[in-house]
């Protein structure tokens, strides 16, 4: 754990731990009585000092815990409460009979940490300056992909972050983690001085994805951190989705909010849309608009903002109270309905090639990982050689 910052304050750590344990209808929205089976644990657990704070969001089919803590990164206390409050949603759904009950908690036992038992895990330990806003960007029907280039565009675009040319903090530049998904190493990339190489590497979005962002400014540290897990690499076949998270620290040397938002008016093309096995763009909507409809998507993205003072999380709720708050739902109202249109659109067009590539994803990124072998099966009977 980190000792205190130059304020005096204590080092804290914001996770986020979320999963889909079931849902309504399809794949679509979570039942509130799964939400307040979750709110009683977390709840419980602010009480028993094992977290500060907490709320919980949620985006399509996906629950969030964004929660507020001083036991560092991968804690076993604050996992375990997530994975009690996790499983309590799923128990909830299995009595509700609901859709996919307990997707996607794929081990029956918590064994200390949640990392590779399902739930996705976006998690930052910093030291808080006087003032720390923070944007949590969630997605449904993707994968942690989705996000390498808006997060490429927000610490290595000067064209979108200004902030990079202007401000002398942003302007030493940035480390970015990449992990290469299938070995689960991590290559570190120098930006700007590496960015040629690192978008050679970056745009290959079926190999990596972005683990974390540091500032190379001394005082500032962390600026972001992503969920990289991909379920089907851990159970070995398609379970559900992984779809991801990230945490991002904004503004007084990081990048401004509305340079965080910025990309998220084009609407990246991403894999993981209908049986995480087509492509699609990413479509910005408040949490409360998520419910994936047109052929289960298109993708969502949802970015809350919300506050950390100290132990507590700040939003613009009238009474804060622990575990209550209300995030800053920026894709809410007009601004992003240019790029909802502009996302339908490019939905509609791609759809039009129904189960042809490239809306259908290549075999090998498809989640559905039984087609190749049922199609071998069948094929090599039908099979008839050419003289
Ligand atoms: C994508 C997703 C959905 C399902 C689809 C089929 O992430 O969750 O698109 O893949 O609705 O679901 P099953 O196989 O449960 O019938
Ligand atoms: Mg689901
Ligand atoms: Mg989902």
């Not at 080092?11 to 309504?24: F, H, M, P, R, Y």
């Not at 815990?65 to 036991?71: Q, T």
């Not at 408040?286 to 994936?292: D, F, I, L, R, T």
């Not at 339908?344 to 190749?372: S, W």
């Amino acid at each position: 754990m980190l000792a205190k910052n130059n304020y005096g304050v204590m080092a804290v750590t914001l996770s986020d731990i979320k999963a889909d344990v079931g849902s309504v209808a399809g794949h679509v929205i979570p039942h509130p009585k799964q939400i307040k089976s979750i709110k009683e644990i977390l709840k419980e657990g602010a009480k028993s000092k094992r977290i500060n704070d907490f709320f919980v969001s949620r985006v399509g089919d996906d629950i969030h815990m964004i929660m507020l803590h001083n036991n560092g990164e991968g804690a076993r206390e604050v996992h375990g409460l997530a994975w009690d409050a996790l499983s309590a949603a799923s128990e909830e759904a299995k009595k509700l009979g609901l859709y996919a009950a307990g997707q996607d908690l794929l081990k029956d036992a918590f064994s200390g940490n949640v990392k590779g038992m399902g739930p996705g895990i976006a998690e930052m330990e910093f030291e808080p300056r006087k003032a720390e806003p923070i944007i949590a960007l969630m997605a449904d029907k993707t994968g942690p992909s989705a996000f390498n280039l808006p997060i490429s565009r927000i610490y290595a675009d000067p064209f979108t972050t200004s902030g990079l040319v202007i401000d002398s903090r942003l302007n030493q530049g940035f480390i970015i983690e990449v992990m290469d998904q299938k070995e689960g190493t991590i290559i570190p990339f120098d930006l700007p001085a590496e960015l040629h190489l690192y978008l050679a590497v970056i745009g290959d979005v079926t190999k990596y994805t972005i683990k974390r962002v540091r500032s190379k400014n001394n005082e500032l540290g962390t600026a972001a951190v992503l969920s990289t897990d991909k379920l089907s690499y851990i159970a070995g076949k398609y379970v559900g989705k992984d779809d991801p998270v990230a945490l991002l620290r904004a503004q007084s040397g990081f990048p401004a909010v509305g340079e965080i938002l910025q990309p998220f008016m084009f609407p990246t093309l991403v894999g993981g849309w209908m049986r995480g096995s087509h492509v699609g763009p990413l479509f910005p909507c408040s949490s409360e608009e998520s419910n994936p409809t047109f052929f289960d998507g298109p993708p969502r993205v949802v970015g809350l903002g919300f506050m950390i003072n100290k132990d507590q999380i700040v939003g613009v709720e009238e009474s804060p109270s622990v575990g209550e708050h209300k995030p800053v739902d920026y894709f809410a109202g007009e601004d992003f309905q240019y790029a909802r249109e502009k996302a339908m659109d490019i939905a509609v067009y791609m759809r039009q090639h129904g189960p042809f590539m490239y809306e259908r994803l290549p075999e090998e990124d498809m989640e559905y990982t039984t087609l190749k072998q049922v199609l071998e099966k069948i094929l090599k009977d039908k099979k008839v050689s050419v003289e």
